[in-house]
RNA sequence: GUGGGCGUAGCUCAGUCGGUUAGAGCGCCAGGUUGUGGCCCUGGAGGUCGUGGGUUCGAUCCCCAUCGCUCACCCCA
């Protein structure tokens, strides 16, 4: 073997892609029932639209290409792939002001980032979004929250818990706890962030490392170490905080409540204080959605940004989003047990019996295909036999048979491949059998 | 960027305590039917044992390097 797919990245052949497909139809049509309206972005930006936007981490991840031409300066980049779709989205609205708001835009494409792959990570990966432009409301971010649950339902999804969370809530923490930075604020969120993985005592000491107090957090912490409901989080929260936290609090209530009203259950929304998300950007509630199998990573995740539209432009414009990784869906689709595997494309195969029927054989592919009916003609010098089992392997609803005297006669002889059944019958009989069976 | 595991047929994997022609199952192709597919029988194609070097009389096996894959850390969909 020499010759290998760049790390990170794979080839969909024909039975993933109608998963992938399948997938994508089920999640678009979700998000077209609450309003949402198509977008596509380039490939690439412009890499001072990318920079800075994601974090000091995320900026190393970025796939950047090297500006061409003689003014080019050695290892210079003027542009990247696109890192995620919020950016590239609220560069489209900070360039088109007359847009009608609120703006409620889909987007399904890929991303890229230069990450080691590993499990249920890649290099180049699908994602799915939705988000709302315009609007400061709480119904907004609740129906990031709906669409993506209602998507995650449509998919056929049952266990997963959406951990929600406000940004504000965790400024507040880390002023507590002694940030007096909006960078050190970050270095609080990042430590935070790892409870559900190394476990309260273990961000207790990196929180140390990185110079901040937690004991001065005092009763808040063991709430946070070991939440009691969602309400009464929420309360204690609202008992000792102030300022921005207090908005977070509020707001939190807010949109939970409004969520469940859009249909959300509500034994799957938990309100999670540890929860921070990755990018910079996030100004107020935050949402992640995690499946069944935690190795997999979190299948969809969103907040709130309301700044990053006026970094870009100047314009303010309040923002929320939500994005489902593909990849991810998909990867917990097929280890289910009914995953089932997907059959032909067409529902019909024409059998090629010699040169002399094979245009009886084509004008009777174009007849069926005329009725609506996925039509394949058979192409390929394989004798009857090996046509048969290949329509046979591949599961073909039916098979015509059309050879010398079928193309003689005018008719056509129409196999069952379930029941085997065998009627030669004539060509519009046999598209009215077939086109009839399909509905 | 850091660390671990693994590279033998298209796929899943045996195997060789270093020894002559490297195996199985599945898949693929052909024949058993002249125009009829699930099963069965027979036969066949397909491997530089990832690559390069070292040790050795001899390496797929041991050592080193390298490439690739994979898992974890970091971070994240």
Redesign the pocket.
Same mark, same amino acid.
């Given at each position: 073997? #020499?010759v290998?797919?760049?790390? @990170?990245t794979r080839d969909f052949l024909p039975e993933q892609m109608q998963v992938r497909l399948r997938a994508i139809d089920t999640i678009r049509a979700v998000f077209e029932s609450f309003g949402f309206e198509p977008l596509e972005t380039p490939a690439f930006e412009r890499i001072e639209t990318l920079s800075g936007k994601? @974090?000091e &981490?995320?900026d190393k991840?970025m796939f950047r290409i090297h500006k061409r031409g003689r003014s080019a300066k050695p290892g210079e980049c003027d542009l990247g792939l696109r890192y995620?779709l919020t950016v590239p989205l609220a560069r489209v609205l900070a360039m088109n002001a007359d847009l009608r708001l609120p703006f409620k835009r889909w987007q399904i494409q890929p991303v890229w980032?230069a &990450?080691?792959?590993?499990? +249920?990570?890649?290099?180049e990966?699908w994602?799915c979004d939705v988000d709302i432009a315009g609007s400061r409301s709480p119904l907004a971010d609740a129906e990031c929250i709906a669409v993506a649950d209602a998507a995650l339902r449509a998919l056929g999804f049952e266990d997963y818990t959406i951990r929600v969370n406000d940004r504000r809530i965790l400024t507040e923490l880390a002023r507590e706890a002694g940030a007096s930075s909006l960078q050190e604020e970050l270095s609080f969120l =990042?430590a935070l962030?790892?409870l559900d993985?190394?476990g309260l005592e273990g961000v207790e000491r990196e929180l140390v490392e990185r110079g901040f107090e937690p004991d001065k957090l005092g009763t808040l912490w063991s709430a946070i170490a070991a939440p009691p409901t969602t309400e009464a989080l929420l309360q204690t929260l609202q008992d000792v905080l102030s300022g921005v936290g207090l908005e977070g609090v509020d707001t939190l209530r807010t949109v939970i409540a409004a969520a469940e009203a859009m249909g959300v259950d509500p034994s799957r929304v938990r309100f999670d204080p540890s929860l921070?998300? @990755?990018?910079d950007y996030y100004t107020g509630p935050v949402f992640?959605?995690a499946g069944d199998d935690p190795?997999v990573? #979190?299948?969809? +995740?969103g907040g709130r940004y309301d700044g990053l539209v006026g970094r870009l432009s100047g314009r303010e414009l309040p923002a929320v989003g939500v #994005?489902? +990784?593909l &990849?991810?869906l998909i990867t917990l689709l097929e280890a289910r047990e009914d995953a089932g595997s997907m059959g032909p494309v067409a529902d019909l195969l024409i059998t090629v019996?010699d040169d002399g029927s094979a245009p009886a054989a084509s004008r009777a592919a174009t007849a069926f295909r005329a009725a609506g009916v996925k039509t394949e003609l058979y192409i390929g010098d @394989?004798?009857?036999?090996?046509q048969?089992?290949?329509?046979?392997?591949r599961g073909y609803a039916w =098979?015509a048979? =059309? +050879?010398?005297? &079928?193309a003689s006669a005018g008719t056509v002889?129409l196999?069952n491949?379930?029941t085997?059944e065998?009627t030669t019958l004539d060509l519009q009989a046999a598209v009215n059998k077939v086109s009839a069976d399909r509905r």
């Open positions: 073997m #020499s290998f797919l760049p790390k @990170g994601y @974090g &981490e995320a991840l995620d980032r &990450e080691r792959p590993q499990k +249920g990570r890649f290099r990966f994602q =990042i962030d790892k993985k190394i921070a998300r @990755g990018a992640e959605v190795s990573g #979190s299948v969809a +995740g #994005s489902l +990784g &990849e991810r019996f @394989g004798r009857l036999k090996a048969l089992k290949h329509a046979d392997r =098979i048979l =059309i +050879g010398p005297d &079928e002889t196999k491949r379930r085997w065998n």
